[in-house]
């Protein structure tokens, strides 16, 4: 086994505290590689192959990340959907499942997890309703061989997969090129500069807005969520359900009724439109399919 495959095993299936923070510290490198997603698509089991490590924090997370989602999208009736970094498809399956997508793309970069996905929802991908493709969203999605959706959405995938600005305008300007003009981009990240707080990527909603606005999106709408205290202390240790869920939702109450309280909250969402100006290029201007 080389250094590196061994740093991903080591790195994956541990529910532990400890564990986490070492992952912390050599995550610069391992996040934004494909095989740590593969190696923890085999190490971990359920939505903590994508999420965190407890699958009783998860089950609050997801829920509370579908009423978000699915408030701001509203109704996709008839909508063709990419869910970009879908990891195992929980958020793919339900656009096509609840929220009426006519069609769903879910891109991932991992092999194993694409895989996962795929075995996870077959009924629905033997039905043509959804499509799991592996892809690099930092890389560039022309393998992937679609445009012209009506909706894109990205939940913490460009925080892991970008590692500086430069990594992000180009992420985001393949989000944005999957949409057809009018059509929106949903981002849910966590997105922060403070040392405690802050992910691989160091830049702060000002510069991610921006990031946006230079591949030709312009922000709609702007939510948060994620209580910052809860999700440290309930993401890494399977406590049950019955104790986990109150303080959380009461986290989730107080972030949304509490403004103030911004800088408290882990993931902030940002909806844009894809607007009809040309999109800008790292490698010179290019026009709007
Ligand atoms: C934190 S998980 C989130 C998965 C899913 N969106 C969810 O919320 O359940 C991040 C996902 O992004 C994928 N990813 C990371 N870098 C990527 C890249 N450059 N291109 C495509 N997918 C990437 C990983 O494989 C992983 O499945």
Redesign the pocket.
């Known amino acids: 086994m080389t250094q590196s495959n061994q740093a991903h095993t080591n790195g994956t299936g541990s529910s532990g505290v400890f564990q986490l923070f070492r992952e912390r510290l050599s995550r610069d490198a391992m996040?934004?590689?494909?095989s740590?997603?593969?190696a923890?698509?085999g190490a971990r089991s359920g939505?903590a192959?994508?999420?965190w490590p407890s699958n009783a924090f998860n089950v609050l997370w997801?829920e509370r990340?579908r009423a978000i989602v699915g408030r701001v999208l509203g109704d996709l009736t008839g909508h063709r959907v990419a869910?970009?970094?879908?990891?195992?498809?929980?958020?793919t399956r339900w656009l096509a499942e609840e929220r009426g997508a006519r069609h769903v793309l879910g891109?991932?970069?991992?092999q194993a997890?694409v895989e996962a996905a795929r075995n996870e929802s077959a009924a629905l991908v033997s039905s043509g309703l959804v499509r799991f493709e592996q892809?690099?969203?930092?890389?560039g999605l022309g393998s992937v061989g679609a445009v012209g959706f009506d909706d894109a959405?990205?939940?913490?995938?460009?925080?892991?997969?970008?590692s500086d600005r430069p990594s992000l305008e180009r992420?985001m300007l393949h989000v944005a090129k999957l949409v057809r003009r009018g059509g929106r981009v949903l981002v849910?990240e966590p997105i922060h500069r403070s040392p405690l707080l802050r992910r691989v990527l160091d830049l702060g909603l000002e510069e991610w807005i921006a990031a946006a606005n230079r591949a030709g999106l312009e922000l709609v709408a702007a939510d948060r969520m994620g209580f910052v205290p809860v999700r440290l202390v309930f993401s890494v240790r399977d406590l049950p359900g019955a104790i986990v869920g109150p303080i959380f939702r009461a986290g989730e109450r107080l972030l949304d009724a509490a403004p103030w309280l911004y800088a408290l909250s882990d993931y902030k969402l940002l909806m844009f439109t894809r607007s009809s100006r040309p999109i800008e290029d790292a490698s010179g201007p290019a026009s709007v399919p």
């Open positions: 996040y934004g590689v494909a740590y997603w593969d923890r698509a939505m192959r994508s999420l997801d990340q869910d970009v970094g879908c990891g195992t498809g929980r958020i891109i991932d970069f991992s997890t892809g690099d969203v930092v890389a959405i990205v939940l913490g995938c460009l925080s892991v997969a970008c992420a849910l």
